[in-house]
């Protein structure tokens, strides 16, 4: 090792002699400079006017693709091909490789101490970097080190690698600059090689595995896992035994049968090591972020560690369905990535593709080929996309193996434990399509154990939950393409009528803007219901105080007479905008995330409640009316073609007033819980699919928080992580100004008056 030491010092001196080397480390200061002052420059600004900064300041400057080692990976990709351009390059043309051949100095010596001098000058580059970081370690709140730390580790490996492609291109051939462009090249390759042969299975694990993109990010996220750091160190090692393999050929004149088979033989020996490392259960992570968020939170932690045994997960893709190409054979990398959060807990999940065809709701397939059959349909579009038809079982032996009717034979995943429990896993109609964290562990939930059961009561004219008109409520329950349905955040959803007692294993009833009355045994054994400690979500409607007001003055509440009311510009006077109470934040996190957020929840016709807390029951106001232009209509019924105006004689008062309430009691050992919603149409299919200019409505989260607390926050899924603390800077704008002329200017120019000194020195001597 002392004599490739020796060769590193000595390349190094001749590296520096050099202007390129100089160059570099002065456009790197300089482009980093600006990069950063933008930055964090625009972070000092916003904090001196008064705007809160969010967490994870330290991520956002640094780590994220718009910070500072985001950018900069884009422009090594420049900067190294240019520095080892010559390392080899240069002895071959002025002939001193012969020197070198002539001397007591090993192959490996020669590329050993070639490939040093470059990690050393990619210390240089790191350092650069890492004096910018000192600057934010003292001057951001709870500066996240480690992660920065590891970003910068996967900044260095990435320059090593880069480097280790240059030498060997290198020795290829005389001409730097064609060294230069064949580096390039070979980084492009490697780059872009994750998506070449994806569709034949026997190369599509081997090419991704190969590529070099996306190997840094993870380090920049905060995650150093097994796979990638012997990823680097494999390409590192294989581009430096084929540099050693070429000048033996040359040194020793092998024939080039000999020569290539000891590449493709060093090349066969690095995938096999890549395929051994990449296996789920060969991989090691550590987190080192300040929240892990690159890792499961502990509630699907906990899940998945109930899953004992075997896991299947079985995805079922239909060529005739819109969503076809997510589950394409050229996608499936891609597509096993979504779980990798899932199989670094449990490596033996086992994930299968089905291809069929079969009837789909895709009416972009019904304009383009109004007259083709489903089969004929079938081979048009996997001729267009370059598939064997062959692939694809037709309708009838996919219907022998699977019923996916109920899916309407969309992209769906079937999950399947060894010991035989089933649920589907979805995609939704949304910008996001795949499930996040939150759906994927309610799936696994469900197979794990029994989770809430909620009935929808109908016989009384009430929202429909399985109808998808207007006022329905197939969103908010059973729409199997929207996220935040019941059905898709680990409830059970079923009908129930009051003909009859109602089922032990209900947990939740939803009774929901009923038009008649209930009969005295209806409502005799919906008082059993209650009496047993059943949880409830009563939703009333304006006009109907009279049908459900003696269902809810059992609990000391009632649906005040009128209309809520606030006139504005641009909507109906009859729209609420409820914005969620201290107490309600204090109940459910997801209403306090909305207080957070300024969001409200969109009630379009509103009755007020009130209530008295002397029934038993503690009651929690959870939405109010806003303060300002609003009251409690008592006069008008006409909200398009007349004109509200407040009139205090006739008792109406401008005032805030309850929208949602919840009440709970314990009732032997269980907390019975209800809720009561003076509006109906605010959880209907045309409120929670439909958007208003400048309103922050939330809807949704009004059904996730809502049941949450009724499910005794079994489901959905918590996935909350703690706060990222580094949400502050201690500088202001005049001292960052300081800075910023230190960093954009003084810096780069002061290494380039170094480099002319020093150049000048040189030629003097």
Not at 587 to 614: K, Q, T
Request: charged residues 20%; glycine residues 8%; aromatic residues 12%.
């Amino acid at each position: 090792m002392k004599t490739a030491f020796n060769i590193a010092r000595v390349e190094l001196q001749v590296l520096f002699y050099s202007p390129i080397a100089w160059f570099i480390l002065i456009m790197f200061t300089f482009q980093v400079g600006m990069f950063f002052c933008s930055t964090f420059g625009g972070l000092v600004t916003s904090q001196a006017i008064g705007n809160p900064l969010p967490g994870g300041l330290s991520y956002q400057v640094f780590s994220s693709r718009a910070g500072i080692f985001g950018i900069m990976l884009g422009y090594l990709y420049l900067y190294i091909p240019l520095i080892t351009m010559g390392l080899m390059s240069r002895e071959l043309g002025s002939g001193s490789i012969k020197l070198l051949y002539s001397s007591p100095i090993s192959n490996t010596q020669i590329i050993l101490g070639k490939f040093i001098s470059m990690m050393i000058y990619g210390l240089v580059l790191v350092g650069i970097l890492f004096c910018y970081v000192l600057f934010a370690a003292f001057t951001v709140k709870s500066f996240d080190f480690p992660l920065i730390l590891t970003g910068l580790l996967g900044i260095y490996l990435l320059i090593c690698a880069y480097a280790a492609v240059g030498l060997f291109m290198s020795s290829l051939t005389s001409y730097q600059v064609v060294a230069a462009m064949l580096t390039l090249a070979m980084l492009a390759i490697l780059n872009y090689i994750k998506g070449w042969w994806q569709g034949i299975d026997f190369v599509r694990d081997i090419t991704w595995w190969l590529a070099l993109s996306g190997r840094s990010e993870t380090f920049l996220n905060g995650l150093i896992c097994s796979e990638d750091i012997i990823y680097f160190l494999v390409v590192i090692s294989l581009f430096l035994m084929f540099a050693i393999i070429k000048l033996k050929a040359v040194r020793q004149k092998s024939s080039w049968t000999v020569t290539w088979g000891k590449y493709v033989g060093v090349f066969m020996m690095a995938v096999v090591v890549g395929y051994v490392s990449s296996r789920p259960k060969m991989r090691f992570y550590c987190d080192v972020t300040e929240t892990k968020m690159n890792t499961l939170t502990e509630n699907s932690q906990e899940i998945v560690a109930k899953m004992k045994g075997g896991l299947t997960i079985t995805t079922y893709v239909n060529l005739l369905d819109q969503h076809f190409r997510a589950g394409l054979p050229e996608e499936r990398n891609r597509d096993l990535s979504r779980f990798k959060r899932y199989t670094r807990f449990k490596p033996e999940i086992e994930l299968k593709y089905v291809y069929y065809y079969d009837k789909a709701n895709n009416k972009s397939l019904d304009e383009r080929y109004p007259t083709l059959s489903d089969r004929e349909r079938m081979v048009k579009i996997a001729k267009n996309y370059d598939l064997d038809s062959n692939m694809f079982m037709p309708p009838e032996e996919i219907r022998k193996m699977i019923d996916l009717s109920s899916e309407n034979n969309r992209f769906v995943r079937l999950v399947e434990r060894e010991s035989g429990e089933k649920t589907f896993l979805r995609i939704f109609d949304d910008a996001m399509l795949f499930p996040t964290e939150a759906e994927i562990t309610a799936a696994f939930k469900r197979l794990v154990m029994n989770l809430p059961t909620v009935g929808f009561l109908q016989g009384h004219g009430e929202r429909d939950c399985v109808k998808e008109g207007d006022r329905d409520y197939n969103l908010f329950a059973w729409a199997k393409t929207y996220r935040y349905a019941l059905i898709n955040n680990g409830f059970d959803i079923v009908e129930v009528s009051l003909d009859k007692a109602l089922p032990e294993k209900l947990d939740i009833l939803v009774i929901a803007d009923m038009k008649t009355p209930l009969s005295a045994g209806e409502m005799n054994r919906l008082n059993a219901y209650v009496e047993r400690g059943g949880n409830l979500l009563i939703v009333g409607e304006p006009r109907r105080q009279n049908i459900m007001n003696p269902i809810i003055e059992q609990f000391g509440v009632q649906l005040m007479s009128g209309q809520l009311v606030r006139p504005t510009e641009h909507f109906t006077p009859d729209l609420v905008l409820a914005r969620a109470t201290e107490e309600a934040g204090e109940m459910s996190y997801l209403f306090n995330s909305l207080r957070y957020a300024n969001g409200v929840i969109a009630m379009p016709g509103c009755s007020a409640l009130e209530y008295i807390d002397n029934k038993g029951y503690k009651v929690t106001p959870l939405f109010m009316s806003d303060t300002i232009n609003g009251w409690n209509e008592l006069q008008t019924v006409n909200f398009i073609d007349d004109t509200v105006r407040l009139n205090p004689e006739s008792g109406e008062i401008e005032r805030s007033y309850v929208t949602a309430l919840a009440l709970s009691r314990q009732v032997g050992k269980k907390e019975q819980k209800i809720v009561v919603l003076g509006d109906a149409d605010c959880l209907s299919n045309i409120e929670l699919s439909r958007g208003r200019a400048n309103v922050k409505a939330a809807n949704y989260i009004l059904i996730s928080g809502v049941f949450y607390w009724l499910s005794d926050e079994e489901v959905p899924i918590d996935v909350r992580r703690p706060e990222m603390p580094d949400d502050a800077v201690f500088i202001g704008e005049a001292a960052m100004g300081v800075f910023k002329i230190i960093f954009k200017w003084i810096l780069p120019i002061g290494l380039l008056f170094f480099t002319i000194f020093l150049w000048v020195r040189r030629r003097g001597r």
